[in-house]
């Protein structure tokens, strides 16, 4: 068995061939060990942002422009989590097995719903930003049609600059890899291109949403302490108000998706454009991608509607005549 050396003896990805790329030397223990977390958290991912899927998708109720944005994020954590196992073994045995072009195809894919995910992010913020900073316009301004085009435009745009991005640094010419070994599935580029990718596919979108945001939790602070001083007078607070505060709240619970994706994703980003050991980087790597079984706990912790719906689920009774129409929300909650 090839895993049980214990470190010393090279171990090669295909023994036959004189230019194949070099194993990385784990113990099998510690195989063993690697490959049962990394199955645990993809099979804990995709359970829990599939039932965020077949929530938003099911119950009419939830028919939101945000929940839409909320479903899109949840479908590219969804697809990464399928892939785990698959990023897990080209990290840690630092081999590849399915051939350039599937590889190709592949970093293509990984790079794309990385990219959605910030996407996404940046939509919500966009979304949160009009309805708690320009609730009269929100209805306008927001609408389910327009929303659903954004995101269209967000994947396609992610998978055409990820292509072009993949294709320029020459993956798929083999006369610009001479100098990579054969069973190697990683985009080689320069320093320019690290930085210019890192701005563009991370920099930017941050600045835009915590920018968003810093507006976002200026206008809630105020807007709270407003209908708090309202109702500590005794006065009457309208329906209007009550609306600003559960927008105001609900723009909060989504800051913390925004916090965790930010604390997950800048190690890895500040790390990608330095020479750093291969153990570091796979570790930055755990925590990025563990990021979207973050998610759903978000949302179960915050989102009552959430819990509502798993029970609908588990219990089996979407399957009911017009579960889809249940009133799964309270009053003034979103």
Same mark, same amino acid.
């Given at each position: 068995?090839?895993?049980?050396?214990?470190?010393?003896?090279?171990?090669y990805c295909f023994?036959?061939?004189?230019?194949?790329?070099?194993?990385?030397?784990?113990?099998?223990?510690?195989?063993?060990?690697?490959?049962?977390?990394?199955?645990?958290?993809?099979?804990?991912?995709?359970?829990?942002?599939?039932?965020?899927?077949?929530?938003?998708?099911?119950?009419?109720?939830?028919?939101?422009?945000?929940?839409?944005?909320?479903?899109?994020?949840?479908?590219?954590?969804?697809?990464?989590?399928?892939?785990?196992?698959?990023?897990?073994?080209?990290?840690?045995?630092?081999?590849?097995?399915?051939?350039?072009?599937?590889?190709?195809?592949?970093?293509?894919?990984?790079?794309?719903?990385?990219?959605?995910?910030?996407?996404?992010?940046?939509?919500?913020?966009?979304?949160?930003?009009?309805?708690?900073?320009?609730?009269?316009?929100?209805?306008?301004?927001?609408?389910? *049609?327009?929303? =659903?085009?954004?995101?269209?435009?967000?994947? @396609? $745009? /992610?998978? #055409?600059?990820?292509?072009?991005?993949? !294709? +320029?640094?020459?993956?798929?010419?083999?006369?610009?890899?001479?100098?990579?070994?054969?069973?190697?599935?990683?985009?080689?580029?320069?320093?320019?291109?690290?930085?210019?990718?890192?701005?563009?596919?991370?920099?930017?979108?941050?600045?835009?949403?915590?920018?968003?945001?810093?507006?976002?939790?200026?206008?809630?602070?105020?807007?709270?302490?407003?209908?708090?001083?309202?109702?500590?007078?005794?006065?009457?607070?309208?329906?209007?108000?009550?609306?600003?505060?559960?927008?105001?709240?609900?723009?909060?619970?989504?800051?913390?998706?925004? *916090?965790?994706? =930010?604390?997950?994703?800048?190690?890895?980003? @500040? $790390? /990608?454009? #330095?020479?750093?050991?291969?153990?570091? !980087? +796979?570790?930055?790597?755990?925590?990025?991608?563990?990021?979207?079984?973050?998610?759903p706990m978000v949302?179960?912790?915050?989102?009552?509607?959430?819990?509502?719906?798993?029970?609908?689920?588990?219990?089996?009774?979407?399957?009911?005549?017009?579960?889809?129409?249940?009133?799964?929300?309270?009053?003034?909650?979103?």
């Amino acid at each position: 068995m090839a895993y049980e050396t214990e470190g010393h003896e090279t171990q090669y990805c295909f023994p036959a061939i004189n230019s194949s790329c070099i194993k990385g030397k784990h113990s099998s223990h510690e195989y063993n060990i690697i490959y049962v977390f990394v199955s645990l958290l993809s099979a804990w991912t995709v359970f829990l942002n599939l039932l965020v899927i077949i929530s938003i998708s099911h119950f009419k109720k939830l028919h939101t422009p945000t929940n839409l944005i909320i479903l899109s994020l949840a479908v590219a954590d969804l697809l990464l989590g399928l892939v785990m196992p698959i990023e897990a073994m080209r990290l840690i045995e630092m081999c590849w097995y399915f051939g350039d072009t599937f590889c190709g195809l592949y970093l293509i894919f990984i790079a794309m719903v990385l990219s959605a995910s910030l996407s996404n992010l940046v939509l919500i913020a966009v979304d949160r930003y009009v309805a708690v900073c320009h609730p009269l316009l929100y209805p306008q301004k927001i609408t389910m *049609t327009k929303t =659903l085009i954004s995101i269209c435009l967000s994947w @396609i $745009c /992610s998978s #055409t600059y990820n292509t072009a991005f993949v !294709i +320029n640094n020459g993956y798929f010419d083999i006369s610009r890899r001479t100098d990579k070994c054969y069973g190697d599935c990683s985009v080689m580029m320069g320093f320019a291109w690290r930085v210019t990718d890192l701005n563009m596919s991370f920099i930017f979108p941050c600045i835009l949403i915590i920018s968003f945001y810093l507006r976002i939790f200026y206008v809630v602070h105020q807007q709270v302490k407003a209908i708090n001083t309202l109702m500590k007078g005794g006065k009457f607070v309208n329906e209007g108000s009550l609306r600003r505060k559960s927008e105001s709240k609900a723009a909060l619970t989504l800051g913390i998706i925004v *916090t965790v994706y =930010l604390l997950c994703y800048i190690p890895y980003y @500040i $790390c /990608s454009i #330095t020479v750093i050991s291969s153990i570091t !980087i +796979n570790v930055l790597t755990s925590v990025m991608y563990m990021n979207s079984g973050l998610n759903p706990m978000v949302y179960a912790l915050f989102y009552p509607w959430f819990k509502k719906t798993v029970k609908h689920i588990l219990s089996l009774k979407v399957f009911q005549p017009a579960s889809s129409l249940v009133n799964i929300l309270t009053e003034h909650q979103l």
